[in-house]
């Protein structure tokens, strides 16, 4: 089955920097462009960045731009999300997410980031 399993995250200064990872099976992960999504307390779940799946097109929210880099490893069947210059806004609960054909999306299990002095 697709899974979707996250990993980094935690809490750090304002300034500082984070990598989340997000570790792809059960789907042919080369294939398919990937995302990245947060939800902060009270708000709707946003789109932060997306890779395609050969990683020659990076999107990134204009809140995020120039700060965060998204990348993947399709040997590994991993995408991740750079975090540089954290603010204490970039607070939220950060989720990856496949849409996969005929299939419908899936989400890893969402990671907290806690940007706090």
């Known amino acids: 089955q697709v899974q979707l399993v996250q990993s980094g995250g935690g809490l750090v200064q304002p300034g500082g920097s984070l990598r989340l990872s997000c570790a792809a099976s059960g789907f042919t992960f080369s294939s398919y462009a990937m995302s990245w999504y947060r939800q902060a307390p009270g708000k709707e779940r946003e789109l932060v960045a997306a890779i395609t799946s050969g990683g020659g097109t990076l999107t990134y929210a204009a809140f995020v731009k120039g700060r965060f880099t998204i990348s993947r490893d399709n040997a590994k069947n991993t995408v991740y999300l750079q975090m540089n210059s954290l603010k204490p806004e970039d607070t939220a609960v950060y989720y990856c997410?496949?849409?996969?054909?005929?299939?419908?999306?899936?989400w890893g299990q969402g990671t907290q980031v806690t940007v706090s002095s």
């Open positions: 997410k496949v849409h996969l054909e005929l299939r419908g999306d899936y």
